[in-house]
C-alpha cells in the first residue's frame, strides 16, 4: 500500500481509498477533485545524473506535494514519475490554488537543484462523481496528456458538471 521509495500512497491504495471517497462524496454530494501529475523531461535526469539523483527528485517531490495539500488529502504515486492527488470536498476553484502552488514549489525545487524538470498536472473536479476511481483517473489523465500537448509545464483544468 504504501511505495517503498517515496513513502507515500502506491495505485493500489489509491484505487481502495479513492473507491471510498466516491461514495463519500455521492452520498454527501460534496465534489472531489484529482491532480494527475507528470513529471515533463524526468528521463533526462537519469540519463544524465544516474538513477539515485531520478530517486532523489522523485521522493522531494513527494514530499513537495505532502507539504502542499491537507492531511486529509490522498496522495499517491502512480508509478514512473507519476503523481495522484485526491482532494475530497473540493471545488474547482480551490483546486487550481492547489495545484497551481504545487507546480511553483516545484518549479522552484527544481531551478534549486539545476535539474531540467517541469511538470504538467491534469486536474479535474468532479460535481457529477465518477463511477469507479479507474474513471477518475482517466479523466485526470486525459487532462494531463492535454498539458503535455499543448506544450507541457502547465495545468489543464476540466469541470465535470451534471
Known sequence: MIDPLTQ?????????????EIKRARRFKHPLSVAYIDL????????HFGHSVGDNLLSLVAETIKD?????DLT????????????????????????????????????????????SIGLVTFNCLPNSPDDLIKEADKAMYSAKQNGK???KHKIVKK
Open 8 to 20: 507515500i500512497a502506491n495505485r493500489r491504495a489509491f484505487v481502495k481509498l479513492s473507491r471510498i
Open 68 to 72: 502542499t495539500t491537507r492531511e486529509i
Open 76 to 119: 499517491a504515486r502512480l508509478g514512473g514519475d507519476e503523481f495522484v492527488i485526491l482532494m475530497s470536498d473540493t471545488e474547482a476553484e480551490s483546486a487550481y490554488l492547489v495545484a497551481n502552488k504545487i507546480q511553483k514549489k516545484f518549479l522552484h525545487l527544481m531551478q534549486e537543484n539545476e535539474w531540467p524538470v517541469t511538470c
Open 153 to 155: 509545464n502547465m495545468i
Open 40 to 47: 515533463d523531461n524526468f528521463k533526462y535526469i537519469n540519463d
